[in-house]
């Protein structure tokens, strides 16, 4: 995994995003890594090669419109599979309703 380390980077320097909270005369330490995205699927028993779900980038603190987080389930979905049929859906429902039913 590659590894960037700068000690004493002078602030100023800094995109606008990573400026915000330090002063223009400040000096900041960055360390840079590379992001593991092949995480572990425990069915298939090895690490994919392209990651299970990359949500969409926001600035944190951003709201989140509708519509994207419609895209990034979808995304998800398509990515990850169902992880249930629809018959067992019902069954699994039906369970909960009659429990409910019984008390």
Known sequence: MNKIVRAHYPASKLPDDLRSGFDS????RIVIEQQDISPYV??????EKTPLFLPTYREPGAP????????????????????????????RIRELRDEWDDE
């Open 25 to 28: 005369d400040a000096t900041v």
């Open 64 to 91: 989140i419109e509708l519509a994207d987080l419609l895209k990034d389930i979808r995304a998800y979905k398509e990515k990850r599979g169902s992880t249930t049929d629809t018959e067992e859906a019902v069954r």
């Open 42 to 47: 425990p069915e298939r028993g090895v690490a």
